[in-house]
């Protein structure tokens, strides 16, 4: 059993930045690639970034330069800096291991939007 727990969300202006936070427990090792994702309404959940155990990110296009993705081994947290946010990052975020599917265990997401 593995628990993920988003915070930090909220309503945020464009151009705005958030920090999103994830405590996660359960057989994750410090080997482990962590990943956000988000989804969208009417749209498919997405992976935004990725972190390696050897602290290679991937991010992805849409938020590349605007998002940071970190890792803190030692409090079992990830979080994700996010800058100069869009409208159209307006999603709910949540965390998880890296190729997660629907089948494994997930968070309740923390909700982004970016509006005026």
């Known amino acids: 059993q593995v628990q993920f727990v988003e915070s930090g969300g909220g309503l945020v202006q464009p151009r705005g930045s958030l920090r999103l936070s994830c405590s996660f427990h359960?057989?994750?090792?410090?080997?482990?690639?962590m990943a956000w994702y988000r989804q969208a309404p009417g749209k498919q959940r997405e992976l935004v970034a990725r972190r390696t155990p050897t602290g290679r990110t991937n991010y992805a296009d849409s938020v590349k330069g605007r998002f940071t993705i970190a890792r803190d081994n030692i409090k079992n947290m990830l979080y994700l800096q996010m800058n100069n946010l869009k409208p159209e990052d307006t999603a709910v975020y949540y965390c998880?291991?890296?190729?997660?599917?629907?089948?494994?265990?997930w968070g309740q997401g923390t909700q982004v939007t970016v509006s005026s």
């Open positions: 998880n291991q890296w190729g997660a599917t629907l089948g494994d265990s």
């Open positions: 359960g057989t994750i090792f410090s080997s482990s690639e």
